[in-house]
């Protein structure tokens, strides 16, 4: 069984910054992409940020410049810095992870999520 655990959340004035990150345990042979979502309330979740195995990366635009996603693979762990934070990010942040449990099977998990709030 695969489980991706975040951390880091939380309440921050605006300009501020977090760093979340999301630890991938369990039976895993290898885990490829790894992503960062987000779903404010009354909003469809989008993509925040993604990372390849071979560390490519990729943005939302809204993020592209305030936000770094890196991966640490020898921890299973990957990364959501964020920096000169906006009320409209303020959103529940959840980690996705595609995962090989063996060579013949992958799926994608998710994480459970973590509250961020940027407010005055």
């Known amino acids: 069984q695969v489980q991706l655990v975040e951390s880091g959340g939380g309440l921050v004035q605006p300009g501020g910054s977090l760093r979340l990150s999301c630890v991938a345990s369990?039976?895993?042979?290898?885990?490829?992409?790894m992503a960062w979502y987000r779903q404010a309330p009354g909003k469809e979740r989008e993509l925040v940020a993604s990372i390849t195995s071979d560390i490519n990366t990729n943005y939302a635009d809204s993020v592209m410049g305030r936000f770094t996603i890196s991966r640490d693979n020898a921890k299973k762990t990957v990364y959501l810095q964020m920096n000169s934070l906006k009320p409209e990010d303020t959103a529940v942040y959840y980690c996705?992870?595609?995962?090989?449990?063996?060579?013949?099977?992958?799926?994608?998990?998710w994480g459970q999520g973590t509250q961020v709030t940027v407010s005055s």
């Open positions: 369990g039976s895993i042979f290898s885990i490829n992409a």
């Open positions: 996705s992870a595609d995962i090989s449990t063996s060579i013949l099977r992958r799926s994608n998990y």
